[in-house]
C-alpha cells in the first residue's frame, strides 16, 4: 500500500509538472509575436520612415535637441530601452527571489508591454518620438516579462529535461511567430482588397501583436504556480505576510536598481564560473539579437529589398527555427549542450559574414541567408537558456536570471548601439552589419574557456550526464 501511494504521488507529481510545463510553453507563444512580428519585421523600417518624415534637410531628427541621424533612430530607441530594463529588473527578480511570487509580477510586466505595443496603432504621420517612446516601454517590458519566465525553467523542469523543455518552449514561440507573420503577410500583400492603406496595414499588424501577446498570456498566468526555492534546493509555498522588498522611500528608482544590480553582481563573484558564462552569452547573445533587430532595416536601406520580401524571409526564419531549436536540443543529448552552442557560434560568423556580400536587389540569396539564420538561431538561444539555469545557485533563479535576460531577445544594447554608430560614422549598413562579427568570435573564446560541469558543481546543482 505504502509502494502504492509513493507510485501514485509520483504520477501525480509528473502530471503537475508535464501541466505546468505547458502552460510555459504558452507564454513563448504568447509574447514571440512581438519580437517576430513587431521589432523584427514592421517597426524597424516603420520608424525609420516616420522618422524620415519628420528629419530635416541634412536627414536629422533631434529628440531633446541631440541631433539623431534618423536612420540610426531605431537602433539608438533600443539601446535605450536597455537602460531601463536594467534599472528595473534587478529590483523586480529580487523582490520575486524574496517573496516566490513570480506571477503577479510577470502579470504587470506582460500586460504593460502588451498595452504598449497595442498602442503603436497610432504610430503615424511624423510621431517618431511617440514611436521611440512605446518602443522602450515595450521593450523594456517584454525583458521583465522574459526574465521571469526564464526563472520558471529550473523549477519547472529537473536537470535532465531543461535541454528539451527550454529548446519546446523557443519551437512554440517560433510556431506563432510564423503563423502571426502568414497572417500579417496576407494583409499587408492585401491591403488594397481589405480597404486599407500600406501605413494602415502596418499599424494593424503592430497592434495585433500587442492583443495576441496579451490574450494568450492569461493560460500561463493560470497553469504556472507560485514557489520559493530554499537555499537546499528545496521549494516551499509563499506566505502572504511576506515582504516584496527591502522598504526605502528615500531613494529613487535609479540608484536602487543600480543598487540590486551591484548586489547580484557582488553574489556573482561567489560563482565566478557562472559569470564567466554569463559573460560569454551576453556578448554572443548581444551579436544574435542586434541582426535579428537590424536585419529588416539591413534589407530595406542597403540590399532594397521590398516589405513583403523581408516578411516572406522572417517567416522563413520562424519556420526553419522551430524545427533548428529541436533539432539541436537532441543534438545536445549526444554532444552537450556547450559544445552544440559552441558549434551554432561558428555557423552565426560564417553567415554574418557572408550577408556583408550580399548582392542588391537579390532577394533568392536574401531568402538563403535566412534559411541559414533560422536552423542555428532557436537552438543556440534555448540551450543557452537551459546550461544558464544549471549554473543558478537555487534560491537566486529570478535574481540571476535578471543579468541574463539584459542580453536576451533584441535587449542588448552595446550592439544596437555600435551597429548605429557604425552607420552614423561610415552611412554604410554593409560596413555596420560585419561590424557584428566581433560580438560572435569573442563569445565563442570566453564560453569555450569555461568547465561548466565544474560551473554546475560550484553552484550546488546536480550535474547531468551529458552537458
Known sequence: MGTDTVRTDAADEAAGRRREQRGWYFYDWACSVYSTSVLTVFLGPYLTSVAEEAADADGFVHPLGIPVRAG?????????SVIVAVLVMPLVGAAADRTGRKKP?????????????????????????LGGFLLIVANAAQSVAMMLYNSYLPQIAPPEERDAVSSRGWAFGYA???????????????HDSFGVSESMAVRICLASAGLWWGAFALIPLRRLRDRRSTSDGGEREPTAKEPTAKASTTKAPSAMGFR??????????????????LLAYLIYNDGIQTVISQAS??????????QST???AVLLVQVLAVAGALAMGRMARTYGAKRTILGSLVAWTVTLAAGYFLPAGAPVWFFVLAAGIGLVLGGSQALSRSLFSHLVPPGKEAEYFSAYEMSDRGMSWLGPLLFG?????????????????????IGFALLAR???RRAISDAGNPVPPTI
Open 297 to 306: 532595416v539591413y534589407g530595406s536601406e542597403e540590399l532594397g529589398l521590398g
Open 310 to 312: 523581408l516578411i516572406g
Open 421 to 441: 554608430i557604425t552607420y552614423q560614422l561610415t552611412g554604410s549598413y554593409r560596413d555596420a552589419i560585419i561590424s557584428l562579427v566581433a560580438f560572435f568570435v
Open 260 to 277: 540590486q544590480l551591484a548586489a547580484t553582481v557582488r553574489d556573482m563573484r561567489r560563482h565566478p564560473l557562472t559569470l564567466a558564462f
Open 450 to 452: 569555461v568547465p561548466v
Open 176 to 190: 506563432s511567430g510564423s503563423l502571426m507573420l502568414i497572417l500579417n503577410l496576407a494583409l499587408y500583400l492585401a
Open 72 to 80: 540610426s533612430f531605431f537602433a539608438y530607441s533600443v539601446s535605450l
Open 105 to 129: 509580477l510577470l502579470a504587470v510586466a506582460a500586460y504593460v508591454g502588451a498595452t504598449a505595443t497595442t498602442a503603436m496603432f497610432f504610430l503615424g504621420g511624423d510621431r517618431y518620438l
